[in-house]
């Protein structure tokens, strides 16, 4: 028996060099194509993400400019129902009693003064941070001035729980702005960051704190107060899903809202607000969530 390989008889073709050179130069010009493909589609994505993204940019000023107007506007109707203010409210109620200054010019101050604490912290103010302080005391006072002040209950308990809502409404604005938090829940995250405790106690102290010394100067605690911390988290969460703008890059950033304890996705520098917002969870109020990873923030 011959071990020695049968060679191929004469009726079987042999492919030409030629055609073995076809088929490679196809086969190269495929993976060709195929990388310059997926490198398209990589930069296009991004590239195609920026002009997107300048499109939704009116939207996006839209819902932090109205959303902080409607904040600024919900805290003047909760001050004229004098049922109870959340904590940053008495603590400016408080001021403005003590002073000559107006309750919108004190919450005014008091954002500039814990604008300046994001300094040792680190923090870095967004469009959103440095309109939040402006905005919500202008309109604050402005809607004082053209709100008389009620004297039945009767008027007053439906101000005060359309205040809150309105509340929740301005904070689902401005917070799926997505164009930085507010002073105040900058200082809550940046403390957070230096100290290590949690979100959850370092905004409970600090509410705490202001709620006291606001009570001390004498702003105004009641029913209000409790009635804006149970409900205000909730509420913002409920919004937020409801003005969610689709196709914003989310970022990790753990920017607490005014009033309780939970978290919802922003973005650090484009992102949330601040006056003190909460989101659903506990806490006392407070501005612009106890999950640690993200969070809503408050105007």
Not at 78 to 100: I, K, N, Y
Not at 102 to 123: C, D, H, K
Not at 176 to 197: C, N
Not at 271 to 278: H, K, L, M, S
């Amino acid at each position: 028996m011959s071990i020695l390989p049968s060679r191929p008889s004469r009726g079987t073709s042999r492919p030409s060099r030629a055609g073995d050179a076809g088929d490679s130069s196809e086969a190269g010009e495929t993976t060709e194509a195929a990388q310059a493909s997926a490198s398209a589609s990589a930069s296009g994505g991004a590239g195609a993400d920026g002009p997107r993204r300048g499109r939704r940019l009116p939207r996006r000023l839209v819902h932090l400019y109205v959303g902080l107007a409607l904040y600024g506007a919900s805290m003047a109707m909760q001050v004229r129902a004098t049922l109870g203010l959340d904590p940053w409210d008495t603590f400016h109620q408080g001021v403005a009693e003590r002073t000559s200054l107006s309750f919108g010019t004190v919450t005014i101050l008091v954002g500039v003064v814990v604008l300046l604490l994001w300094i040792p912290l680190r923090q870095r103010p967004g469009l959103g941070t440095v309109s939040n302080v402006l905005v919500i005391g202008l309109v604050a006072d402005g809607t004082l001035w053209l709100m008389p002040q009620p004297d039945a209950l009767a008027v007053r308990i439906p101000l005060l729980l359309a205040s809150i809502v309105l509340n929740g409404v301005a904070t689902g604005l401005y917070i799926s702005a997505r164009f930085g938090p507010g002073p105040r829940d900058g200082l809550t995250t940046g403390l957070h960051r230096r100290s290590g405790r949690s979100i959850r106690l370092v905004r409970t102290g600090i509410e705490l704190t202001v709620l006291a010394t606001g009570f001390l100067l004498g702003g105004s605690i009641g029913v209000g107060t409790v009635l804006y911390a149970v409900a205000i988290g909730p509420l913002s969460q409920f919004f937020l899903r409801i003005f969610d703008i689709p196709g914003l890059p989310e970022r990790g950033s753990t920017v607490v809202a005014r009033g309780t304890g939970t978290t919802a996705p922003q973005g650090p520098a484009e992102g949330a607000a601040d006056t003190g917002t909460p989101t659903a969870g506990a806490g006392s109020g407070g501005n612009d969530p106890d999950s640690e990873g993200s969070a809503v923030d408050r105007i």
